[in-house]
T-cell receptor, first 114, second 115 residues
């Protein structure tokens, strides 16, 4: 069974203090690793998809990287508006079922103080 | 372009009652998914439609849950009769075509509380 573990569960940063969030996964044949951002009371908002080890993607202050066992979401010089829960999800082939299913981690709650 | 919409945003019902959740996917998206987040747990897959057909319903908890997708457009998820453990946030998502690595776009969710 696919497993996704995110750490830390919660992270508090000062504005401008860079850090990284971790997503460790166990799957049989990764098809894609997805990062989402979720604000309170809203649905997950897509950030990135990574497909193979060594791949990196950037968007503003966020950079996602992927290895064969984990993914990191690096946040450079965060601002208070970056405060949210960051979710990691994996997609892997499944015999007898849909290949489209996303398996999520519990998320990391990021708080950026001004 | 309108995103995925869900109705209602909140629902409070008593144990044993019936509730129907609705999801309108992004126009033109063939794939529609239902997920659920129970308090303290991760978001979990419930089922996947391709147009009007159920592709995978392996995540449906039990036969109290019934999902339909009329004409390949909007979808409903009915819980009958509701139990306390059904409380949580129900998310709907949609993706465009036939590539499973395509982005799934999520709606805002329906917060269900069963008393």
């Amino acid at each position: 069974e696919d497993q996704v573990t995110q750490s830390p569960e919660a992270l508090r940063l000062q504005e401008g203090e860079s850090s990284s969030l971790n997503c460790s996964y166990t799957v049989s044949g990764l098809r894609g690793l997805f990062w989402y951002r979720q604000d309170p009371g809203k649905g997950p908002e897509f950030l990135f998809t990574l497909y193979s080890a060594g791949e990196e993607k950037e968007k503003e202050r966020l950079k996602a990287t992927l290895t064969k066992k984990e993914s990191f979401l690096h946040i450079t010089a965060p601002k208070p508006e970056d405060s949210a829960t960051y979710l990691c999800a994996v997609q892997a082939p499944r015999s007898g079922g849909s290949n489209y299913k996303l398996t999520f981690g519990k998320g990391t709650l990021l708080t950026v103080n001004p | 372009e309108a995103g995925v919409t869900q109705f209602p945003s909140h629902s409070v019902i008593e144990k044993g009652q019936t509730v129907t959740l609705r999801c309108d996917p992004i126009s033109g998206h063939d794939n529609l998914y239902w997920y659920r987040r129970v308090m303290g747990k991760e978001i979990k897959f419930l089922l996947h439609f391709v147009k009007e057909s159920k592709q995978d319903e392996s995540g449906m908890p039990n036969n109290r849950f019934l999902a339909e997708r009329t004409g390949g457009t909007y979808s409903t998820l009915k819980v009958q009769p509701a139990e306390l453990e059904d409380s949580g946030v129900y998310f709907c998502a949609s993706s465009q075509g036939h590539l499973y690595q395509e982005t799934q776009y999520f709606g805002p969710g329906t917060r269900l509380l069963v008393l």
